[in-house]
């Protein structure tokens, strides 16, 4: 993928669990790329979330250092897309000579309305600069 002049990188990982320290660093726990959901018939599908996490960052050229947006989109298998809050929000340097930038951690359920591959896709000041894919399989009954 290639990237808008002023982003260096960017990165999006779905995780079943993610930490965000205190000095800013970010830790992925358990990367995943798909998750079973155990429909149950008699529970209405809006209550049967499965929690996700996302993990991100972006990393900018020193003279993007400011205020920029960001948002996160959900791309369903039949192409449907949910579109996320816009974010507004600084990026700065963490430390002398780091490229400016921002780490992020989301705890998002996603209501398993269809099977298969879906896709969460990373928009900063209106480009897309990263995507992250899992699927969602039923879990087979339990005989």
Known sequence: MLFPPNILSAY?????????????????????????AKIQPDVPIE??????FLVGGIRLQHSAVGEHRWRIDLV???????????????????GSGAPPGINFVLSLGVIPKQMGNHCFILYFDGEEVARAPFTILALAPSA
Do not use: N, Y
Request: charged content about 20%; proline content about 2%.
């Open 12 to 36: 999006l990982l779905v995780c079943q669990q993610a930490l965000h320290e205190t000095d800013g660093v970010v830790s992925a726990v358990r990367i995943v790329d798909f998750f079973q």
């Open 47 to 52: 209550r049967q979330a499965l929690f996700v």
């Open 76 to 94: 369903r298998p039949d192409g449907k897309i949910t579109q996320g809050d816009e974010t507004l929000g600084a990026c700065t340097q963490h």
